[in-house]
Nanobody
Framework: QVQLVESGGGLVQPGGSLRLSCATSGTIFTLDVMGWYRQTPGKQRELVATMTSGRLTTYADSVKDRFTVSRDGPKNTVSLQMNRLRSEDTAVYYC?????????????????WGQGTQVTVSS
């Protein structure tokens, strides 16, 4: 069973920086996609940033030029460097991973989630 464990959340002032990290266990294969989502009370979980095993990245418009996702493929770890944080970045941040398996007959996607880490941006 694949497990994702986040670390690095906390309280930071507006304009400050935080770095989130996510480690995996229980897998011997390279995960095809890794990244981060976030969620605030009453809202749907939203994509923050992801990176494929081929190093293709996707960012939410609201975090472009402020956040940077990186990963170590063989180790199946992913990090999120967050700079120039704003109050609206306050959320629970979840580590995410996807494994894709294919065969001549089918394509299967397996999604995994961490427990979440709180990020609070406040003065």
């Amino acid at each position: 069973q694949v497990q994702l464990v986040e670390s690095g959340g906390g309280l930071v002032q507006p304009g400050g920086s935080l770095r989130l990290s996510c480690a995996t266990s229980g897998t011997i294969f390279t995960l095809d996609v890794m990244g981060w989502y976030r969620q605030t009370p009453g809202k749907q979980r939203e994509l923050v940033a992801t990176m494929t095993s081929g190093r293709l990245t996707t960012y939410a418009d609201s975090v472009k030029d402020r956040f940077t996702v990186s990963r170590d493929g063989p180790k199946n770890t992913v990090s999120l460097q967050m700079n120039r944080l704003r109050s609206e970045d306050t959320a629970v941040y979840y580590c995410y991973a996807r494994r894709i398996t294919t065969s001549p007959e089918s394509r299967n996607e397996y999604d995994y989630w961490g427990q979440g880490t709180q990020v609070t941006v406040s003065s």
